[in-house]
Structure formats: structure tokens, C-alpha cells
């Protein structure tokens, strides 16, 4: 008998930019649009990638992966709408805006979300 066993998940793929914007788009729509996958956008995926992989290492046991990217957007979509909302700063009367990708793209903020520091009150 002719068996394969084929484990694609071993083999590790490259990282699209585009599917981490694609994916930013369908979970997070309210959140501010991009339209260019910038070099300087490219850089910052790839650098967040590598940092978010040494917290999901130490929470989960693996490296980041898409769906860990999917699973923190949708838990911000949930759990921290106020980062997706323009709300006024009563103490400056200036505007807080909504979070556009560079601030989600931030290893900071992954850890702090995931430890549930960023949740709404």
C-alpha cells in the first residue's frame, strides 16, 4: 500500500501582509480603513509577527499564526470597542480616534489585551 502523509502545517508559510489586512478589514470594518500596503506597513506585520510569536509562545505554546491574529481582533471587536469608537476627551475637549492598524500591530498592546488590560469598563 502507497501511503503520504502530507503535514503542510509543518512547512511554514510565508507571510501575506495582505491576508493580516484582509483579515483586519472583515474582523475590525469600523475600524480606520487602509488602502496601501505601504514597505513601512510590510515592516511592521513582519516585526509584530515576530514579537507577537515570543507572547503567544509564552501563553499558548506556539508561534503567532493568522488565526491568533483573527482570534485577537475579534476578541478587540468584542471586548474593546472603545478602541474602535471616535469618543471626546472630556479633560482636553479634544477627540480620541479610532485605532487604525499600526496601533493594533503594536506587541504592547497584543500582551495587554490578552492579560485583558485594554477590555472596556
Known sequence: MHQQQKKPEQKKPSLSCEQVVEVYHRVLPEAQSIRI??????????????????????LDGHKFT???WESYLSYIATNCRWMLENRPDQR???TWRRKALEYFL???????TREGACDDL
Open 37 to 58: 500596503l505601504t514597505d513601512k506597513r510590510r515592516a511592521l506585520i513582519r516585526t509584530f509577527w515576530q514579537k507577537a510569536g515570543k507572547v503567544t509562545q509564552q
Open 66 to 68: 493568522l488565526s491568533d
Open 92 to 94: 482636553t475637549g479634544r
Open 106 to 112: 503594536n506587541v504592547d498592546v497584543y500582551a495587554k
